[in-house]
């Protein structure tokens, strides 16, 4: 069902780029709960949904609040990490939002270039801290899962718990410029930075006029002039506001007016000897420069008369004194540099030396004000500075992070390339992107409930069973905010029809009481959906999600409301949870919670989720990698039929060992909803698609050869 099918009204002019003539988008909603995330509130035309006639599925009746879902995001950065942004300057990652212009990079050729790169989403949440130091003093604090690029291609930053993966080790170097050793601290402008400033600023670029003139009836006057005039409004925009706050009363007027070969020029000045005399007073040559005011200068004098063209940052002026003022500064800021001969008209030009690394030092460091100037895009990544890996330090402590999806697929943190986080599953039915929409991009039916009660009232309903959560989960963390179950539930009880839910989210504990009344009037199935139960995948798997001993106490909580609950065991995924230990430990805790009975299935790779999946799996199981090709050839969706006979062998041992083999038909009236089929719901909110069709035939597990992961060099 595409949109054209779902929506009525009026479209939001904030709607999905490219969707905004589709009718029924009332409007696109942010919030800061949900960062990375836009819900798109729709009126639905239908809330039942009829499943074809040629489909497997053991029901006919659907409810879907939602289309996509919050449950899924990936973490991995510090929040303070600086990020490189497109217009020159860096931004701590907490301060990138969504629509941001970052710098990413770009193979061009025989080469990779810094290039412009869009913010699509931001996630956060917290994860296990390691610091990464290189040998320039660059240091920066990341999850074990994030990956840095390096000279041998990109890595993580920690080995997996089990299995192979491409990871960083001391003979690692890191692509890019690096930070060095610049403080944060650099970023602050202080008294002694401002005074620095204005001196650089004011004798680089301003007049300072003090002269006697004659009066007509005999005697002189002195005047007092100022004026500073600027093309770039930035640099003037800062001068004035740290004169003004220095005392120093100003007006302002335009300059000169553009022309076809330049800028509009505008200026500040004053006519006071009191603000003259007191301009002069802040400009004056310290005896001894502090870092601060050295820092302070420079960023004036490079606003003043500074240029960084074609890769090159100078400095020229003529005065022998400013000459040795910018010398003294960048000596005592550990900059080098070079001082290039004396042009005709006596302009000396002062030459940063390094490379790139040198410049955004020097712009990290001093912070002028013209962001022109700063410009990296189209510049070649290269490489100059000792930026080899050190040490990689387990803090020992879990923080928050954030990571962010950028359409280049990877960003500047902290002067190095970083990975851009994976968003999974699709929204193609909906036709919207096919990696991050599905996550970031949540469909909103807002009238779902009433739309439902008037179809389910209608003569020709014949109550037949309705299934909630076979597309997107209905209490995923967006029912928290929009609160479109208890409707739902009180349209289907007050006419009579029998449903089933089937979730992984704990918010299913809400309603509790809502379900318990319901199941007074009409037959109320609960199931509750546990893929993993190691932490530590789960949180690669489905880090969004919550985890399985949250949703073990939402499956005891049901079951002392009464509920015989199931708990779908799927997907059983191939080497990572289909070990005997694996599926014993995980029956045992359902066991445990008071469910009644397992259904469990094969990992199912439909179209879409099967090239998430095997990406996922190239980042974090590379070793696993041609083993599921073997398992999952060509087009194939399905496990080999003898994997599936595998691992019914060994999984239904188990199952009655723990008591948790119940037929369906226990629970259920004949022809009701089946919760032994897994849901689509489960398929997206943990990137694939998940199924139990068919009864697993005799044979041995197939056995597909391994080959060492070859890593990509990417330089």
Same mark, same amino acid.
């Given at each position: 069902m ?150 041998r ?33 650099? +970023?602050?402008?202080?008294? $002694?930075?401002?005074? =620095?400033? /204005?001196? !650089?600023?004011v004798?680089?670029? #301003?007049?300072?006029? %003090? ?26 925009d800062?001068s004035h ?21 330049r ?23 310290? +005896?001894?420069?502090?870092? $601060?005011?050295?820092? =302070?200068? /420079?960023? !004036?004098?490079?606003?003043?008369? #500074?240029?960084?063209? %074609? ?71 290269k ?5 080899r890996?050190?040490?990689?330090e387990d803090? =020992? ?85 929009y ?12 006419? =009579? ?30 199931a ?9 995948l ?47 430990d ?6 445990a ?13 439909r ?13 974090e ?95």
């Amino acid at each position: 069902m595409r949109w054209q099918g779902q929506e009525l009204g009026v479209a939001d002019a904030s709607a999905l780029p490219g969707l905004e003539h589709l009718n029924g988008l009332v409007q696109s909603v942010t919030t800061p709960e949900f960062a990375g995330v836009t819900f798109h509130e729709v009126l639905c035309k239908t809330a039942l949904n009829h499943v074809p006639g040629a489909s497997a599925m053991p029901f006919d009746w659907t409810v879907n609040p939602y289309r996509g879902c919050s449950h899924a995001c990936v973490y991995c950065l510090h929040p303070e990490t600086r990020i490189l942004m497109a217009d020159g300057r860096t931004r701590p990652l907490r301060d990138v939002s969504v629509g941001d212009v970052v710098v990413g990079t770009r193979r061009e050729g025989a080469y990779r270039r810094y290039v412009p790169s869009v913010v699509a989403a931001t996630w956060g949440t917290c994860k296990p801290a390691y610091r990464v130091r290189l040998g320039d003093g660059t240091e920066i604090v990341a999850s074990g899962d994030h990956r840095f690029l390096t000279a041998r291609g990109w890595k993580f930053v920690r080995p997996a718990d089990s299995g192979q993966r491409p990871h960083l080790t001391l003979n690692d170097r890191l692509i890019g410029y690096g930070t060095g050793a610049t403080p944060t601290a650099a +970023t602050e402008e202080t008294e $002694e930075y401002r005074t =620095g400033y /204005l001196c !650089g600023m004011v004798r680089g670029d #301003g007049m300072m006029l %003090r002269r006697d003139y004659p009066r007509k009836g005999g005697g002189t006057y002195t005047a007092y002039r100022f004026r500073l005039a600027l093309a770039d409004r930035e640099a003037l925009d800062r001068s004035h506001a740290y004169l003004t706050s220095a005392g120093v009363t100003l007006r302002s007027h335009a300059f000169s007016a553009p022309t076809t070969t330049r800028r509009a020029i505008d200026a500040i000045f004053s006519s006071r000897r009191a603000d003259h005399e007191r301009i002069s007073s802040l400009i004056e040559w310290p +005896t001894t420069p502090s870092l $601060e005011w050295s820092r =302070g200068f /420079l960023a !004036g004098v490079f606003d003043a008369e #500074g240029s960084c063209s %074609r890769g090159i940052l100078r400095i020229s002026n003529k005065d022998a004194r400013i000459l040795m003022a910018i010398t003294t500064a960048l000596r005592a800021h550990g900059f080098v540099f070079a001082v290039e001969p004396a042009r005709a008209n006596g302009v000396v030009s002062i030459r940063l030396t390094g490379g790139l690394a040198a410049r955004r030092r020097f712009f990290e460091l001093t912070q002028p004000a013209i962001t022109r100037k700063l410009d990296p895009i189209g510049a070649m990544v290269k490489t100059t500075t000792p930026l080899r890996v050190t040490a990689i330090e387990d803090l =020992g402590e879990t923080i928050d992070m954030i990571d962010i999806t950028t359409s280049t697929g990877d960003f500047i943190a902290n002067g190095v390339v970083s990975h851009n986080c994976f968003a999974r599953g699709t929204h193609e039915y909906l036709e919207l992107d096919a990696g991050r929409d599905f996550d970031s991009q949540v469909i909103v039916k807002i009238n779902v409930a009433d739309v439902l009660a008037k179809e389910v009232n209608r003569g020709s309903w014949a109550h037949q069973p309705v299934m909630l959560g076979t597309n997107t989960d209905p209490y995923q963390r967006a029912e928290g905010r929009y609160k479109l179950m208890p409707g739902i539930v009180n349209a289907l009880t007050e006419s =009579g029809t029998p449903f089933s839910i089937l979730t992984k989210g704990t918010l299913l504990r809400r309603d509790l009481p809502l379900l318990t009344d319901a199941a007074q009037h009409v037959s109320v199935s609960l199931a509750m959906s546990i893929a993993v139960f190691d932490d530590a995948l789960q949180h690669l798997i489905e880090p969004g999600t919550p985890t399985a001993a949250a949703r073990l106490e939402t499956v005891r909580a049901a079951t002392e409301a009464g509920f015989r609950v199931t708990v779908f065991l799927m997907p059983i995924i191939p080497h990572l949870t289909d070990s005997i230990s694996a599926i014993d430990d995980a029956l045992a805790r359902i066991k445990a919670a008071g469910a009644v009975r397992v259904v469990y299935g094969a990992l199912h790779l439909r179209p879409g989720a099967k090239q998430w999946f095997l990406q996922w799996l190239q980042q974090e199981h590379q070793e696993l990698v041609s083993s599921y090709l073997g398992l999952y050839p060509g087009a194939s969706a399905n496990a080999p039929k003898a994997y599936r006979a595998w691992l019914a062998k060994r999984v239904r041992p188990l199952l009655r060992v723990h008591g948790l083999d119940g037929r369906a038909e226990d629970d259920h009236p004949r022809g009701g909803p089946v919760p032994g089929l897994a849901s689509r719901a489960d398929a997206r909110a943990a990137g694939v698609v998940v199924t139990s069709r068919g009864r697993a035939a005799a044979g041995a597990r197939p056995t597909v050869p391994r080959v060492a992961p070859v890593e990509p060099r990417l330089f």
